[in-house]
């Protein structure tokens, strides 16, 4: 899991532009089926999307707005950091830093995007996916 006491989101410039990242500089996804504030990514979901959990207040690294940063309780009890009321994820097939492997894909009922730093989702895939084999 992607767990830590007070997580650090930074933005990162790659193919798809300025995107969210981890500490661990991981790429940070959305997912369309999550309501402001609310994770609806459970179970199985959250076992291939891990949530991106904070035990305080996360930290705004460079090039993130820190008013956008947030965190919600999940149905777990557990706290997901949020940036502009979407919950963060992970996704457990970008092994190495910089991946984007999740981009666009269809899992669990909707569609999972990169989020930018204006916490808008962008939506277009890269030509060229970094390879993580």
């Not at 959250?46 to 090039?63: E, I, S």
Request: net charge positive; aromatic share 8%.
């Amino acid at each position: 899991m992607s767990t830590s006491s007070t997580p650090t989101v930074s933005a990162k410039s790659g193919p798809l532009g300025k995107i969210l990242v981890n500490s661990k500089g991981h790429t940070l996804y959305l997912f369309q089926a999550d309501k402001t504030d609310k994770s609806t990514c459970d179970g199985d979901c959250a076992k291939a999307w891990p949530p991106l959990k904070a035990h305080g207040k996360p930290t705004a690294g460079g090039g993130v707005n820190s008013k956008l940063l947030s965190t919600i309780t999940r149905s777990d009890g557990s706290k997901q950091v949020t940036y502009k009321g979407h919950p963060l994820y992970t996704f457990i097939e970008d092994t190495k830093a910089g991946q984007t492997n999740g981009q666009g894909s269809d899992a669990f009922g909707a569609k999972w995007y990169v989020l930018g730093t204006d916490g808008k989702a962008i939506t277009k895939t890269s030509s060229s996916s970094p390879g993580g084999y």
